[in-house]
């Protein structure tokens, strides 16, 4: 077996030399050193064994080329891609995974998601009456579900108490199952804004830098330096106004410029990216202008705002499905009101940076709709002009560069093996993507729901 994956490594090394410079991005100095210094929070898990297991399948999407390819057989070892044949005998010895009639695509990210939450029952209280073991708690099930269906790295942009860095680490041990997860612990906004705890009387659930709630840069460093002692490995901050907060506005900015600039100086001072949850037109402009890595929701888009995301090379994570999948009537009346206004002018700005060629990372906001639900965005970037191989690179190429994660995003050797069999052809209905019947994490069957 491991002389069917050598000699396949070599003959690879023509045919498929696109792909391998996905494998590059695996081992440029730059990338190298990201992965050194999240050694202790973000090693893969480790694989099964050490030995080679050849999985089999009807097709494969390569979503460097853009290519569809049949009879593939993808060689693993010690948890990462060694070889991705097509059109082979079996091979002479190894474990074979048989998969059949099935289209592998790589592990799907999700940029946007709060695990350790949910929409359900008391929500607007919840915060009151639970706490961030509630939280963590609540994410074993979540974390579970979202791996089922195909999304081995999500960014968790948002929780309390770090419950996302304790579950990153109880998956890590092995105790749970669920994708990897790129924590940035509270989410960093200004006193009263959507970061905050708003609606309840003075004296209820105030809080301070360490918990993301800062004024003026000082305090914004000091929350950046915070999130990073316990455990984030990216930094959500909150350029505007939000839905499901009680302040007036949905849109008007809320960490002022000289904030966002210090955010931003200090996340990268350390190597780290920052994410903006940023609808409103001035709030997105500062946000991009101070140099942040990713704009989420985006839902006021100007083309001033466009422009300059296209020239600096800013991600937008849209979470557009969620204007069809919120359930409206479960929404306290002033936040409803808010949704209502936002929602299409999040779909409309999602148009608008598609056919403007902004790079667009794939992001949800599961939590506000149930979690396991999160491939049914793609569907939505489809019909807003992207095309399914974009849509699914979005998921995977351009989500392992804003994640920071040059080890995956693709079917290459070198790359680790997070690969997922979907029902169907992405490529042609990119629902197919929703149809997840087996799923690789490092290397490691984690589900099989083929029966
Ligand atoms: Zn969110």
Partial sequence: MREFALAARFALAAPFAVIGSAACRAIEPSNRADLVRRAPVSSPAPAESAETVSIHAAHAVDVIAGKL???????????????????????PDGRVIELGDVTLVPGLFDCHVHLTGSLDGDYVNRSVHETAIDGALRGVRNARVTLAAGFTTVRNVGCEGFADVALLRAIERGDIVGPDIVPCGHSIGITGGHADETGFRQGVLESGPEAGIADGPDE?????????????QAIKCVATAGVLSFEASVGAQQLADDELVAIVDEAHRHGVKVAAHAHGADGILAAVKAGVDSIEHGSMLTSEALDLMKSKGTFLVPTAFLRRRVDMAHLAPPQRAKAESIFPAAEASLRDAIAGGVRIAYGTDA???????NAREFAVLVEAGMAPIDALRAATLNAAELCQKPDRGALSPGLRADI????????????????????????????????
């Fill in 69 to 91: 390819l049949d009879d593939v057989w993808v060689a693993i070892e010690d948890g990462r891609i060694v070889a991705l044949r097509t059109g082979l005998e079996r091979p």
């Fill in 420 to 451: 997922v069999a979907v029902r169907g052809n992405p490529l042609a209905d990119v629902q197919a993507l929703e149809r997840v019947v087996w799923v690789m994490r490092a290397g490691s069957v984690a589900i099989d729901a083929r029966r």
């Fill in 220 to 232: 914004c460093r000091k929350a950046v330096r915070a999130q990073l002692k316990y455990g984030a």
């Fill in 367 to 373: 939590a506000v709709y149930p979690h396991g639900e």
